[in-house]
């Protein structure tokens, strides 16, 4: 049995690594480490909140705290508590009960701060409606500094996006 297991091995190699895409992650983590030191004195801490999404965003955001993609190692780190972050990242379509949530964790980030929407739910780029259950798109709410799209935005794009959220800061 092993030994049927490493003569595929050996015949097809490797089929997990991706050499080029380790070389542009490692440029870009690199400049969000530049830039997270030259803005936010090397430690940025992004408070997420879910206002009514289907968790595959969060899931993705769980993917950054990997070995590979390891944002703490970069600087950035996810924070319980709104009084202990800098930006407050949201996912979901911001629905009628979650709003008051929504709004009582923004009012408890200290200034200054910024607010980045995560998913095409925030935006209402998704096949929701608005309803009376539905209070979104977030931005009519909230000052939202940057959005990161996708359904959910793979690792890779939500890196991506804080890396041009860091520029515009």
């Known amino acids: 049995m092993m030994i049927r297991f490493w ?3 050996i015949k097809t190699g490797m ?22 030191k030259k803005r936010f004195a090397g430690s940025l801490a992004i408070r997420m909140v879910d206002s009514g999404s289907c968790n595959a965003c969060e899931a993705e955001c769980n993917a950054l705290s990997n070995p590979y993609y390891d944002l703490e190692r970069l600087g950035i780190h996810f924070v319980a508590s709104p009084r202990h972050a800098d930006v407050m990242l949201l996912s979901g379509v911001l629905t ?26 925030p935006a209402m780029q998704t096949p929701f409606q608005t309803t ?3 209070k979104g ?4 709410h909230l000052p939202v500094a ?4 996708g359904c959910p935005p793979s690792p890779e794009r939500i890196i991506r996006g804080f890396l041009e959220f860091l520029r515009k800061v």
């Open 7 to 9: 003569k595929k091995r």
């Open 15 to 36: 089929l997990t690594e991706h050499p080029e895409f380790d070389v542009e992650m490692a440029e870009i983590r690199q400049q969000i480490k530049d830039e997270v």
């Open 96 to 121: 009628f009960n979650m709003y008051h949530h929504v709004m009582d964790a923004w009012k408890q980030i200290p200034e200054p701060k910024w607010i980045v929407t995560l998913g095409d739910c």
């Open 132 to 134: 009376f259950a539905i």
């Open 137 to 140: 798109p977030a931005a009519e």
């Open 146 to 149: 940057h959005h990161i799209s």
